[in-house]
């Protein structure tokens, strides 16, 4: 099977830092990446340049066989990415359905109005994470869980292969954490997507992925979910002891989050 | 009341204002929910500068104005895409610099002008048909700017990064509404006047923001307000003697408070 996203020695410079060195990672076709480390190890930035956000400073970056500035021109909406940020504006007057319509907007394209198909394509995308039932209820007025699933169904709207999404779950309880990572897990089966997860959730994430990546400017390891978990690797790579608490089969983080 | 229509300045005003007013609700919408009330404000101040200089050169001050009020927002736009200065402090300084500017030439042309108050304060009286003629022209081609970047302009105010990311051209989209409220902005300094004209940009969308959760109905209230507002104020003016600009805008101020009401 050809590798969806292929990285080679890649070398990124934010602002005189070389906030990523040496990268090499490889992604299988539905597979399920998930990216962990510390605030400031690189992940967005290593995020940003597979799509094509942030210029490398040298190493190669291909993403279905392009290179990241080439994906968006020739296979525009195969990447669907859901960004960390919460609501800029909480009560920005949008429906669920139309901040999902909005994914699809380019394609569309200026001066055109969504037709049947579009508004069809955002109902379906809706369904697909649960959501149907509240298309018409104002963004602003939904839990953060549902939100974010109402983000996911947006980036979902052009039938993406790949997904990208930066710690989603900021913002979200923790039960509703558990939830949208099965309804992820769910998706990426039903619809053969692959996926990468930024995520701090190091004690949850790696139940649902196929590997884990642990970044620190370095990307440390790149392993099934059990051999991290025990690894000194974690350790090494946000530089203190990471314990887990265990209760019932789910391992709790129980270390402060702390900058690296 | 049927006489107000029967003066020819009357006619003049009331279109021009009219239309002004719907023009700046449609605007207002963006202002409102991109968070731009403070640009405007910077935006509006500069074509003080332009006005004066034109004065003083005999040039048209519209034409003056236009070319810095553009010209101030493409550099408020610059700066936001650089990001290294805060956008609240860059306005604060064109601000202040391009007024400052205005009265150093007002004093250099050693006349008191009594023109130059209607720029300030709005002078409906002064409409001419070549004016009013301006406030359609410029209506025509904003709107159908607008009618066109509609949706990219929503998702753009939603979540700039998100709509980056998904091949929207946020930069271009930036300096366009930039642009397109500078080119408002001189339009309706006739009517409502420099120093009120922003109010036009925000109280219509933000009354028409508590009526609504959605910008549908946003944007319908936005232009209820204007409307209301403009008409109103101008035959409340006109009956009671009283500055036009500044009546529009208590009208506006009014309509905003009733429309808290509603939440």
Known sequence: ?260 | MGEILSYGFMQRAILAGVIVGLLCSVLSLFVVLKRLSFIGVGISHSAFGGVALGFLLGIEPTWTAAIFCILIALLIGLVKQRGKIQEDTTIGIFFAATMAFGILLVGLSKRYNMDLFGYLFGNILAISASDVKMVVAVSIVVLSIIAVFFKELLFYSFDEAMAKVSGIPTGFLNYLLLTLLALVIVVSIKVVGIVLVSALLVIPGAAGRQISSNYRGMLAGALLVGFLATTGGLIISYLLNLPSGSTIVLLATLFFFLSLLKR
């Not at chain 1, 009560?91 to 999902?100: K, N």
């Not at chain 1, 369904?127 to 996911?152: D, H, K, T, Y």
């Not at chain 1, 709207?157 to 309880?173: A, S």
């Not at chain 1, 090494?236 to 983080?253: N, S």
């Open chain 1, 1 to 260: 099977m050809e590798n969806i996203l292929q990285i080679e020695n890649l070398r990124v410079l934010i602002n005189g830092n070389l906030v990523l060195d040496g990268i090499n990672l490889e992604m299988k076709e539905a597979s399920f990446l998930a990216l962990i480390g510390p605030n400031g190890g690189g992940k967005t930035t290593l995020l940003k340049a597979i799509l094509g956000l942030v210029q490398p400073l040298s190493g190669k970056i291909r993403v279905f066989g392009l290179k990241p500035s080439q994906v968006n021109k020739k296979m525009a909406g195969i990447i669907g990415y859901v960004s960390q940020s919460p609501l800029f504006d909480p009560d920005f007057p949008v429906s669920a359905f139309d901040v999902v319509l909005m994914g699809n907007y380019r394609k569309i394209g200026l001066g055109h109005r969504a037709n049947k198909t579009d508004r069809q394509r955002a109902l379906e995308s809706l369904e697909l994470v649960g959501m149907e039932s509240l298309a018409n209820r104002p963004i602003g007025q939904m839990s953060g869980g549902q939100q974010q699933r109402v983000f996911i169904a947006r980036s979902l709207i052009t039938r993406p292969k790949l997904l990208i999404l930066d710690e989603p779950t900021t913002g979200v309880d923790a039960l509703s954490q558990d939830q949208f990572y099965r309804l992820l897990k769910e998706l990426q089966t039903k619809l053969s997507l692959s996926v990468i997860l930024v995520s701090h959730d190091i004690g949850l994430v790696p139940n649902y992925c196929d590997q884990v990546a642990c970044l620190n400017r370095y990307l440390f390891l790149h392993g099934k979910p059990t051999e991290v978990l025990h690894s000194e690797a974690l350790r090494e790579a946000y530089g203190c002891e990471v314990d887990f608490l265990f209760h019932g089969k789910m391992p709790h983080r129980v270390v402060d989050q702390h900058n690296g």
